[in-house]
């Protein structure tokens, strides 16, 4: 099986969950013997052995795709990009001319036996790819529109590259049963064209303990800092916590395009002195924040997955989900709330802090149970709808 793949990052030079997807199945792939072909819109430094990757950038003098896009990216993002690039003139004058131009230049690499699409942007890419060569095509669901946007102000260009890219596809995958669903009511893709493949964890044996940030009790959020993970809910009930444990610590670990105002949230609040905010981390930081951390909290507002839960849980970290949050269809050991119910957030907050029996328990089964959560299993997954759907054809 030789796989041609649309992606955008891969580790370490991710900003969110979608690289890190992204890179785990394709590396599962590859250990599964299938040929894999990752598709980057640029370079970057490291080059996994075990998969190939073809840079799209000028570094390459055939199957060139030089292009700024990166995941998570705005019309307001790419366009503040242009005013600062010499290099412009060389891309689409808005982010969508650029996802068009993008998806032309898919044409050619379009040459191998499947393709699989992750995310709107490289949705185009994947429908051109298709076109060309007459090969199936896979796209795979990480989040929706209605995900990022929390359903309120849906932009009806993004919407519309969607709907097209999972209607042109020979099958769709998502990261949940609960984006399955959303995708058949919203884009109305038939149910039996949809799969549910779930995201995973690496395998790994935790690292030793390092020295926790703090002595006090440590509550932590890691994510991006936007409207879908739900960071302003977790500042407000920080606030109630804070009123009956006062020497708890909250931990917000990320960036986005709320950042700055959760921290002026914090302040307006009164409980700047008991949130930290240290900026995006990787690596040995991230593991660091987990190490120190005494309960990990998802407040998603709409998450398709919520890879970010299953690292805690790697970790032993009790974790506290929204209702809204696609792990939780997999997950008995945690607590859930809905993200809006700031109260019902507060007190399991409080609990996990109070009864040290809540939070062993919640760790130590939360840990077994995230065994099920396999990459190897869901590359296994993948390849029998690739080989179903080359079969079919």
Sequence with gaps: ?????????????????????CFYLA????????????????????????????????????RVIDSPLVPYVTSQSYSAFLSQSARSRLYGNTLFEEVLRYAKKAKRIA??????AHDWLSFPA??????????????????????????????QFVYEVEKYGMEMADKVITVSQRTRDLVAEKYGIPKEKIEVVYNAVDDFSAPPNQKKISDRPTISFVGRITLQKGP?????????????????LFVMAGDGDMYHKMVEKATHLGIADSV?????????????VYQSTDLFVMPSVSEPFGLSAIEALQYGVPVLISNQTGAGESLSHCLKVDFWDVDEMAAKMLAVLKYRELRQCLSEFGRQEISKFSWDKSAGQCLNIYNNLVNYA
Excluded: C
């Design 27 to 62: 590396r599962a792939l590859a250990k599964a013997e299938a040929e894999v072909l990752f598709v980057l819109p640029r370079a970057i430094d490291a080059i996994p052995a075990d998969f190939k990757i073809l840079f799209a950038d000028s570094s390459m003098r055939v």
């Design 111 to 116: 040459k191998t036996e499947q393709f699989d």
């Design 1 to 21: 099986m030789r796989i041609l793949m649309f992606g955008w990052e891969l580790p370490p030079h991710n900003s969110g969950g979608l690289g890190v997807a």
């Design 276 to 288: 930290l905010f240290p900026g995006f981390v990787r690596g040995d930081d991230l593991a660091h």
């Design 126 to 155: 994947g429908v051109h790819a298709k076109v060309i060569s007459g090969k199936p095509l896979v796209v795979h669901v990480h989040a929706t529109e209605f995900d990022r946007t929390g359903g309120h102000g849906v932009n």
């Design 232 to 248: 302003d809910y977790f500042l407000e009930a920080a606030k109630k916590v804070l009123k009956h444990e006062p020497t708890a």
